[in-house]
Structure formats: structure tokens, C-alpha cells
């Protein structure tokens, strides 16, 4: 079974460029999972898709951030314009419907460095 | 509301040695618990999880948890060190009702010496 697939995986940027990053979850997993990883902390929730309706974007800097998933699959995340304390990982994780819901699986993450 | 705390940021043991990493979590109701391990520059991979079964869990790689409600722990567990165990841990919980959302602890970092 493929895993969480991510892209890219590195990318450095100067301050108030846009940036987009991909992702693409275990195939059949309906929630999908942004979270920002800065260095030296734990991951934090961005925002959570159940198909493709928002759950919980409370973390989520609307000002900057915004996130899609469009048919329920693919999943892609955007920042315009960046700021410098946006360098980080950026995860994403999937998990599944039913019994194993609390699961989530990770994604190899995109290494952004604003410049 | 819930949260995370690992104690201790950075640990370091001999090769052969115990390996014990500590995590404390705050909850208002029963919680799921987790126990990932991220690699440099590779995303987190589970090593076990509790969700309100059989206290003691083992997880991959030898690796084991044990549940204690009295103290709020859940301290993650290993009899012997290898080298391919240095790695940063992250301690996580959720629960049921707040849609599985993970809050994470800060890490903690570990060595393993020859």
C-alpha cells in the first residue's frame, strides 16, 4: 500500500512570494491533515478535511494560509504572501473511516525555507 | 482542552542500554495516546498507540508504552538501545470527540553512544 505522498519536498522561497504544496493521501482515507512543523516543536494543526468539507481550520492564519481539497482526494495547501516564520515542515497525514480513525499516517513533508 | 508534556528535550544512553522517555498528558476525558518517531528529514511513523485497551502496548521495533491514568503517563519504553533508535520521539493525544485532532508535545531528541 503507497503512503502519504508529498511535493515537493524542499523548497526556498524569498518573503511575500507565494508557495503551493501538494499532497496526496493513502488511497481511501477520507480525512486529510495539514499540520506545520517549526523546528525544534511539534507538529500543529493547520487544518482537517473530512472528504472534501472543512472540519477544524481554527489554526489556520486565513490571512496568509489557504488549503483545498477539491474531489475529496489530492489535497493542496498555499501561502501567499510568506513571511519568514513560515520556514518550517509542512506534514500532511491521512487516516481512515471506521475503526481505525484515530490513526493517522505521515507524509515525508515539504522543508520550506523563506528567505 | 488538551495537551503534552515530554520531559526532557534531549536524552542520551549507551548502546544496550534503557531507553525511557517520558510523557505526560492533560485531558478532560479518557484519551487516545500515541508515540511517533521522526528520522531526519523524513515524516513521523507510528510506533504504537493506546485507545483504551489493554494498558501495557507494544508498538514496533521493540519499542512499548504503558497507560497509567493515576499519573497521567505514558512513558515509552525500550530494554536495549540500538544505534538505529536515534531519532526524535513525539508523544501525541487525542480524543474521540475532538474529531482525532493530535496535539503534540515538543519532542524529545534521542542519542544513542557506543
Known amino acids: 500500500e503507497a503512503g502519504v505522498a508529498q511535493s515537493p519536498r524542499y523548497k526556498i522561497i524569498e518573503k511575500r512570494q507565494s508557495v503551493a504544496f501538494w499532497c496526496n493521501p493513502i488511497?481511501?482515507?477520507?480525512?486529510l491533515y495539514w499540520y506545520q512543523q517549526i523546528l525544534g516543536q511539534g507538529p500543529k494543526l493547520l487544518i482537517q478535511?473530512?472528504?472534501?468539507?472543512?472540519?477544524?481550520d481554527s489554526q489556520l492564519p486565513k490571512d496568509r494560509f489557504s488549503a483545498e481539497r477539491l474531489k475529496g482526494v489530492d489535497s493542496t495547501l498555499k501561502i501567499q504572501p510568506a513571511k519568514l516564520e513560515d520556514s518550517a515542515v509542512y506534514l500532511c497525514?491521512?487516516?481512515?473511516?471506521?475503526?481505525?480513525?484515530?490513526?493517522?499516517?505521515f507524509g515525508p513533508g515539504t522543508r520550506l525555507l523563506v528567505l | 482542552a488538551q495537551s503534552v508534556t515530554q520531559l526532557g528535550s534531549h536524552v542520551s544512553v549507551s548502546e544496550g542500554a534503557l531507553v525511557l522517555l517520558r510523557c505526560n498528558y492533560s485531558?478532560?476525558?479518557?484519551?487516545?495516546l500515541f508515540w511517533y518517531v521522526q528520522y531526519p528529514n523524513q515524516g513521523l511513523q507510528l510506533l504504537l498507540k493506546?485507545?483504551?485497551?489493554?494498558?501495557l502496548v507494544k508498538g514496533i521495533n521493540g519499542f512499548e508504552a504503558e497507560f497509567k491514568k493515576s499519573e497521567t503517563s505514558f512513558h515509552l519504553t525500550k530494554p536495549s538501545a540500538h544505534m538505529s533508535d536515534a531519532a526524535e520521539y513525539f508523544c501525541?493525544?487525542?480524543?474521540?470527540?475532538?474529531?482525532?485532532?493530535?496535539?503534540f508535545g515538543k519532542g524529545t531528541l534521542l542519542t544513542v553512544n557506543p
Open positions: 497525514a491521512s487516516s481512515p473511516s471506521g475503526q481505525y480513525q484515530e490513526t493517522q499516517y
Open positions: 488511497s481511501g482515507h477520507a480525512t
Open positions: 478535511f473530512q472528504n472534501n468539507g472543512v472540519v477544524d
Open positions: 485531558s478532560s476525558v479518557p484519551p487516545y
Open positions: 493506546y485507545t483504551s485497551a489493554a494498558t
Open positions: 501525541a493525544v487525542s480524543r474521540p470527540g475532538s474529531n482525532y485532532k493530535l496535539t
